[in-house]
């Protein structure tokens, strides 16, 4: 059945969205006018800069509200998400000693340039993330969190001498699609080697969809949010498939 939306304000379906940019533009009225004017340009009707605001020498910070015209046909909408039986810690560690003759392991890194840790700390680290223990803490997983700033031939080195059932790879920096470039060197290294076939490669950061980690070869990817008995789950459960 079809389901027409927009962008839900103070009524439902009156198209109300708020709006953040820059503009390289001194501040001042013209600056303001300007946001306007560019936003009307964006197909929105009614818009109201709300506040603006100098950032630097030539350039404005606006917050804009404005109505949007197109609606969305949301029966029409098609999504794909990492689909995993959902396991607490307890639950997860179970499942590894009654079905694996060993302990899973797992070596985790932000590759590249990236110095941010958040994303893999919060999925490796013991202390965890949201109340949810990190794959540190589980007793019958070997994680190795790397750090950051770590290249792929020290990844792939490590994840051999540690014989890794897993690879973890966060991303947190984008600009200029540093994410991708990084993520497609690590794949390529892999295949380079002949060795894709012998890990799990899990994705993660803040625009990392699991439609792109598919993309770009990856098994699966993780956004923002996830905890880390859900990348665990993925983890045992994929393996544990691929002994059947």
């Known amino acids: 059945m079809k389901q027409n939306i927009k962008p839900y304000g103070d009524t439902i379906n009156d198209g109300i969205i708020q709006l953040s940019f820059t503009l390289p533009v001194e501040f001042g009225a013209k600056a303001k006018k300007a946001a306007e004017l560019y936003v009307l340009k964006l197909n929105f009707d009614q818009v109201s800069v709300a506040h603006a605001e100098k950032i630097a020498d030539d350039f404005t910070y606006f917050v804009v509200f404005a109505k949007a015209k197109p609606v969305l046909d949301y029966s029409t909408v098609v ?10 810690f307890y639950q997860i560690n179970d499942l590894i000693r009654k079905e694996f003759n060993r302990k899973i392991s797992v070596v985790g890194a932000t590759i590249g340039a990236d110095a ?33 700033q770590v290249t792929c031939e020290d990844l792939l080195k490590e994840a051999l001498d540690k ?31 002949n060795l894709r076939s012998h890990f799990l490669l899990l994705a993660g950061g803040p625009r990392v969809t699991h439609d792109l980690a598919i993309e770009l070869g990856y098994d699966a990817g993780f956004g923002p949010g996830t905890v880390p008995s859900r990348v665990a789950s993925f983890i045992v459960t994929t393996l544990l498939k691929g002994r059947k």
Not at 118 to 142: S, T
Not at 168 to 183: E, M, P, Y
Request: no cysteine; charged share 25%; aromatic share 6%.
């Open 79 to 88: 999504a794909s998400e990492v689909k995993t039986v959902e396991m607490d």
């Open 116 to 148: 941010h840790t958040v994303g893999i700390d919060a999925i490796m680290n013991m202390k965890g993330y949201n109340q949810d223990y990190g794959l540190e803490r589980y007793p019958e997983m070997n994680a190795l969190n790397m750090g950051a």
């Open 163 to 193: 014989k890794a059932d897993a690879l973890l790879v966060s991303q947190t920096v984008t600009q200029k699609d540093a994410h991708i470039r990084n993520f497609t060197e690590l794949i390529e290294l892999l295949e380079a080697e």
